[in-house]
């Protein structure tokens, strides 16, 4: 009954921006945390950055001060704004509905090369 759909993601070169969103239906959207994650080839995914239903954010260190969370109750939709990007940002990145457990997309790719 949860569906998340990840869109957004491409090719940028580094330094460059990007926002992925993600849009969920067949969910009580406001009342839950939000999350993004990413994974690597080869790599355990990992967490990015959450917004809850308040609107309290975290973020992983890695990430900190080049991406923002935000969320948008009355479209259903979570964004994740990307600046400064640099090539090991390079992933596929996955929202999910809930934490710290939830429902998951299905991911959407980022390239960041020149």
């Known amino acids: 009954q949860v569906q998340l759909v990840e869109y957004g993601g491409g090719l940028v070169q580094p330094g460059g921006s990007l926002r992925l969103s993600c849009a969920a239906s067949?969910?009580?959207?406001?009342?839950?945390?939000m999350v993004w994650y990413r994974q690597a080839p080869g790599k355990q995914r990992e967490f990015i950055a959450r917004?809850?239903?308040?609107?309290?954010?975290a973020y992983v260190q890695s990430v900190e001060g080049r991406f923002t969370i935000s969320r948008d109750n009355a479209k259903n939709t979570v964004y994740l704004q990307m600046n400064s990007l640099k090539p090991e940002d390079t992933v596929v990145y996955f929202c999910?509905?809930?934490?710290?457990?939830?429902?998951w997309g299905q991911g959407t790719q980022d390239t960041v090369s020149s």
């Open positions: 999910v509905y809930g934490w710290p457990s939830g429902y």
């Open positions: 917004i809850s239903s308040g609107g309290s954010t």
């Open positions: 067949g969910t009580s959207f406001s009342r839950y945390t």
